[in-house]
C-alpha cells in the first residue's frame, strides 16, 4: 500500500459543476495536510492547508478531512476551465516525512 | 515580496557528470527542501535544510547531496549522473520545519540526461 494515494485520473467535469478529489494516507498519525494545483509545465502552487477533521472553505474550494478515515479530499464548486490542471495532496506524516500522492489531473470540459 | 528562485532554470548534462543547482528562499524563510518529479514516479522527497542543517533525507542514493548556507539559500548536488535523473528539480521553501509551516515552490530545474 502507498502512503498517500490519490483517485486515479484523469477526472473530466463540465464547466460549473463539482469536481472531487480524493486522499487516502496511511499513516494515521499523521497532523497536516496540503492541496497543491500544478499547471502542465509549471511548478505546484498551495490551494489550502488542512489541520483539524470537518471542513475548512476557501471560495469556490473546500477541503474536507477525516482522520478517522484517513481520507482528505478537495472539493471544487462552480468548476472552470482554468482549473484543468494536476491536484496534488501533501501530507506530513508523524515521523516527520513529507509525502505527495502521485496526482489526479483534473480537466473541465467547456 | 520575492518567491523562490532556482537557477539555472534548464541544463543539459551527460551520463556520469555532475551537476549543482541552486535554490533562494523567500526572504525570511529558514527551511529549504529539494524534491525531484518526474512522470513515472510523480514528486518525491530528496532532503530538507534547517539552519544549514539537514533535518530530513528521502530515498536518494547518496550520489544526491545538498547542503545550506548562512543565508538560508541551498545548493543540491549529483554526482556521477544517469540517465534516470532526468527530472524537474523543485525547491521549496518555508518559514520553519514546523507542522503548519506552508512551503512555496520555486519554478523547477529541468534537469536532461543524455
Known amino acids: 500500500q502507498k502512503e498517500v494515494e490519490q483517485n486515479s485520473g484523469p477526472l473530466s467535469v463540465p464547466e460549473g459543476a463539482i469536481a472531487s478529489l480524493n486522499c487516502t494516507y496511511s499513516?494515521?498519525?499523521?497532523?497536516?495536510f496540503f492541496w497543491y494545483r500544478q499547471y502542465s509545465g509549471k511548478s505546484p502552487e498551495l490551494i489550502m492547508s488542512?489541520?483539524?477533521?470537518g471542513d475548512k472553505e476557501d471560495g469556490r474550494f473546500t477541503a474536507q478531512l477525516n482522520k478517522a478515515s484517513q481520507y482528505v479530499s478537495l472539493l471544487i464548486r462552480d468548476s472552470q476551465p482554468s482549473d484543468s490542471a494536476t491536484y496534488l495532496c501533501?501530507?506530513?506524516?508523524?515521523?516527520?516525512?513529507?509525502?505527495f500522492g502521485p496526482g489526479t489531473s483534473l480537466s473541465v470540459i467547456p | 515580496k520575492a518567491g523562490v528562485t532556482q537557477t539555472p532554470r534548464y541544463l543539459i548534462k551527460t551520463r556520469g557528470q555532475q551537476v549543482t543547482l541552486s535554490c533562494s528562499p523567500i526572504s525570511g524563510h529558514r527551511s529549504v527542501s529539494w524534491y525531484q518529479q518526474t512522470p513515472g514516479q510523480g514528486l518525491q522527497f530528496l532532503f530538507e535544510?534547517?539552519?544549514?542543517?539537514?533535518?530530513n533525507k528521502g530515498n536518494f542514493p547518496g550520489r544526491f547531496s545538498g547542503r545550506q548556507f548562512s543565508n538560508s539559500r541551498s545548493e543540491m548536488n549529483v554526482s556521477t549522473l544517469e540517465l534516470g535523473d532526468s527530472a524537474l528539480y523543485l525547491c521549496a521553501s518555508s518559514l520553519g520545519p514546523g507542522d503548519a509551516d506552508t512551503q512555496y515552490f520555486g519554478p523547477g530545474t529541468r534537469l536532461t540526461v543524455l
Open positions: 499513516d494515521r498519525g499523521s497532523q497536516s
Open positions: 501533501e501530507v506530513k506524516t508523524s515521523y516527520d516525512k513529507v509525502i
Open positions: 535544510y534547517f539552519s544549514e542543517t539537514q533535518r
Open positions: 488542512i489541520y483539524s477533521n
